[in-house]
C-alpha cells in the first residue's frame, strides 16, 4: 500500500497545490477517499472554478456537500464563483440602512457586479470553511486551481486585513467598507488558521519535469512568505522503463531522473512521497482508490503489435500556422486545462508567425508563466512579455491618480489611494492590461498564452461584464462606433481561439465545456490542438501501450464531433526549448 505523509497524521485541513496537470485533483480525491474509507468524516472542496471533481467522482456536485456514493463518510462540493457573487450581493444589501433609496440601493448593486466581487465572493466561500462555516468534518481537502490563481486566493487573507485596518470611510467596488468591516474577524481567524501547523499543511504536487519543480519551488517560497510553512511535496507520475532497450521508455525515464536531481534544495528539505505513472483513467472510485494502492489497480488496455507506431492521421502544429498566416493581423488566443502545454503552442504560433515575416507580439495572462524561458532568445519580428499583475496594478494606480486624483485635495487624495489599495484593483488592472493587448491586434498579430481554464474565464467574465457596462451606458446614437474586447473576440475575422488538450479524457473533458462556456459568449473557437501524443513513437512498453490505447479514444472523441479543426503534437522528452526547436514545430519540413 503507497502512503502519502499527509495521512499519517493528518491536519484538519489539506491544501493540495501545483502547477497545472500534474495531477493535485487525483490526489486531492484519493487522499480523500482514504480518510474517509478509515471511517472519518471527510469534506472535498475544488477552488478552481474549472472544477473536474464532477467527472472524477461521477457524482453532480453543487456549491453545498453532496455525498458521494460508495464513499461513506465523504461529501464534495465546488466553489460556485457566481452563486458565491449573488449571496454576496444580497449580504451586503441586507445590512444597509433603511433610509437607503431604491436608487442608492441599485447603485451598490452595480457596483458590485464586477469581477472582484465575483472573486471576493468566492473568496468569503473558502474563508468560510476555515472559520467553521461546515463544521462536523474531521478533515476539509481543498484541491486548489492551478499556481497563480491559488496563490492569488491564498494571499488575500492577509492583503483584505490590511486593506481593512483602520479603514471604515468611503465605498469600493464591493460596496460600503462597513459591510467588509463586518468580515475583518473572519479574515483574521482564516489567516491564522493557515498559517498554523496543527491545522493546515499544504501538499506541494509536481511532476518530475523541469517547469513543474521549478513553479513547486516558486510557490513554496511565496507560501513561505505567506506563513503556510507547513508543507510536504509529491512527486506525481513517477515512470520506470520496463525494457531498457526501448528508447522512448528510457528517454522518459532518463529525462525524470535529472530533472529530480537537479530539484532545488528548497524542495529537497521538504518530505517526499513519490507516486507512480499509472496506465488507466483516473476516473470514478475504483480507479481512485488504486492511485495510492499497488495491489488494486484496474486491468490495462494495451494497443495491438499493428498499432504501435501507427500516425492517427492528424497534421502538425505547421498546417495551423499556415492557416493562421494568411491574414496580416490577428489575435490569437491559446487556451486549456493547466498542464496540457499551452505555452509551448503559443510560442510555436508565434515563432511560426514571425519567422513567415509577420510582426508578432507573444504575452502571457497567466500569472505563474514564464513565456520568455520557452523562448529563450531574440528573434527578428517578435515581441515577447507579459502581463505582470504587480507592475500592472503599478501603472493603474498611477494613471487613476493622475486622472481622478489631479484636482483633489489631500484629504480626497487619502481616500481615492484607499480605495486603490483594495486587493480587487489588481484584477481590475490585469482586465484593462489585457484589453490593451487585445486592441494591439487591429495591426499586427497578438498570441496570447493564457491562464489555465478556471482563471481565464472569470478574465472572461470581467469582459463580459465591463461589455455590459459599456453598452447600457451607450446613446443609441453611438451604437455603431463602440467595440468592446469582447466584441473582438466575438469577431472570427479578428480572433482565433485555439483549444490545447491531451489525448486524455479529463483534459478533453474539460477543453469540450470550456467550448461550450465560449459558445455561450458568442466565441467560436477556431481548432484543437491535441499535445503530447505517444501514438507515432514507437514505444513497446506496456504501461505506454496502455496509455496509447486510451490515446486512441479521446482522439477520436476530438475528431469525431468536438473539433472544427483539429492538430496534432507527438510526445517528446523534454518540452522543446528555443527559437530552433520551436521552429521545428510550426515549420514545414523541406
Not at 99 to 116: F, H, K, N, P, Y
Not at 435 to 453: G, M, Q
Request: negative net charge; contains cysteine.
Amino acid at each position: 500500500m503507497l502512503r502519502l505523509r499527509a495521512l499519517n497524521a493528518p491536519t484538519p485541513f489539506l491544501f493540495f497545490t501545483g502547477k497545472g496537470g500534474v495531477g493535485k485533483t487525483s490526489l486531492a480525491c484519493a487522499t480523500a477517499i482514504s480518510l474517509a474509507d478509515r471511517g472519518l468524516r471527510v469534506l472535498l472542496v475544488s477552488t478552481d472554478p474549472a472544477s473536474n471533481l464532477d467527472e472524477m467522482l461521477e457524482v453532480e456536485l453543487t456549491d453545498s456537500p453532496v455525498p458521494v456514493p460508495n464513499a461513506a463518510r465523504l461529501f464534495a462540493m465546488n466553489i460556485d464563483p457566481e452563486a458565491a457573487a449573488e449571496s454576496y450581493r444580497s449580504r451586503v444589501l441586507e445590512q444597509l440602512e433603511t433610509t437607503v433609496t431604491d436608487q442608492e440601493r441599485s447603485t451598490i448593486r452595480e457596483q458590485l457586479s464586477g469581477a472582484c466581487t465575483t472573486e471576493i465572493a468566492a473568496f468569503d466561500e473558502f474563508v468560510g470553511l476555515l472559520d467553521g462555516d461546515r463544521a462536523g468534518y474531521d478533515h476539509i481537502i481543498f484541491d486548489t486551481a492551478p499556481t497563480g490563481h491559488t496563490l492569488r486566493l491564498l494571499s488575500l487573507p492577509k492583503a483584505w486585513i490590511g486593506f481593512l485596518k483602520d479603514n471604515d470611510r468611503g465605498a469600493s467596488c464591493l460596496g460600503p467598507h462597513s459591510g467588509l468591516k463586518m468580515q475583518e474577524d473572519r479574515f483574521r481567524q482564516a489567516l491564522q488558521a493557515l498559517g498554523d501547523p496543527r491545522r493546515t499543511t499544504v501538499v506541494l504536487v509536481t511532476r518530475a519535469d523541469r517547469s513543474a519543480i521549478r513553479e513547486a519551488a516558486r510557490t513554496s517560497s511565496e507560501l513561505d512568505a505567506l506563513n503556510l510553512s507547513n508543507q510536504t511535496l509529491v512527486v506525481n507520475g513517477r515512470f520506470h522503463a520496463t525494457d531498457p532497450a526501448d528508447a522512448v521508455a528510457s528517454a522518459l525515464e532518463r529525462d525524470q531522473d535529472e530533472a529530480l536531481a537537479s530539484m532545488p534544495d528548497s524542495l529537497r528539505k521538504l518530505p517526499r512521497d513519490d507516486v507512480p505513472l499509472v496506465g488507466f483513467d483516473i476516473v470514478g472510485l475504483a480507479a481512485l482508490r488504486a492511485v495510492l494502492s499497488s495491489s488494486s489497480s484496474p486491468r490495462l488496455e494495451t494497443s495491438t503489435g499493428e498499432q504501435v507506431g501507427v500516425p492517427v492521421g492528424l497534421q502538425g502544429l505547421d498546417r495551423l500556422v499556415d492557416d493562421i498566416a494568411h491574414r496580416n493581423s490577428g489575435l490569437i488566443m491559446v487556451m486549456g486545462k493547466g498542464g496540457v502545454g499551452k505555452t509551448t503552442v503559443a510560442a510555436a504560433i508565434a515563432v511560426g508567425l514571425a519567422r513567415r515575416g509577420h510582426a508578432v507580439h507573444l504575452s502571457t495572462t497567466d500569472p505563474a508563466a514564464h513565456v520568455t524561458d520557452v523562448v529563450d532568445a531574440a528573434m527578428p519580428g517578435l515581441t515577447v512579455d507579459r502581463i505582470d499583475p504587480r507592475r500592472e496594478t503599478e501603472r493603474y494606480v498611477a494613471k487613476i491618480l493622475a486622472s481622478r486624483g489631479r484636482d483633489l485635495d489631500e484629504q480626497g487624495k487619502a481616500l481615492l489611494l484607499e480605495d486603490l489599495a483594495s486587493p480587487c484593483t489588481e484584477e481590475v488592472a490585469v482586465f484593462h492590461a489585457f484589453s490593451h493587448v487585445v486592441a494591439e491586434a487591429r495591426s499586427a498579430f497578438v498570441v496570447l498564452d493564457t491562464a489555465p481554464t478556471g482563471h481565464t474565464l472569470l478574465l472572461l467574465d470581467a469582459t463580459g461584464a465591463y461589455h455590459r457596462q459599456m453598452t447600457s451606458q451607450l446613446e443609441p446614437s453611438a451604437a455603431g462606433r463602440l467595440i468592446t474586447p469582447l466584441m473582438r473576440l466575438q469577431d472570427s475575422s479578428y480572433t482565433q481561439i485555439i483549444l490545447v488538450t491531451l489525448p486524455e479524457t479529463t483534459p478533453v473533458s474539460e477543453a469540450a465545456a470550456l467550448q461550450e462556456d465560449l459558445r455561450r459568449a458568442g466565441i467560436e473557437p477556431f481548432g484543437w490542438v491535441i499535445n503530447k501524443c505517444l501514438a507515432a513513437s514507437g514505444t513497446r512498453d506496456p504501461l505506454l501501450q496502455a496509455r496509447i490505447a486510451r490515446e486512441r479514444t479521446q482522439i477520436a472523441r476530438v475528431q469525431d464531433g468536438l473539433a472544427k479543426r483539429a492538430f496534432i503534437m507527438g510526445w517528446r522528452s523534454r518540452p522543446p526549448v528555443g527559437i530552433e526547436e520551436l521552429e521545428a514545430l510550426s515549420i514545414p519540413s523541406s
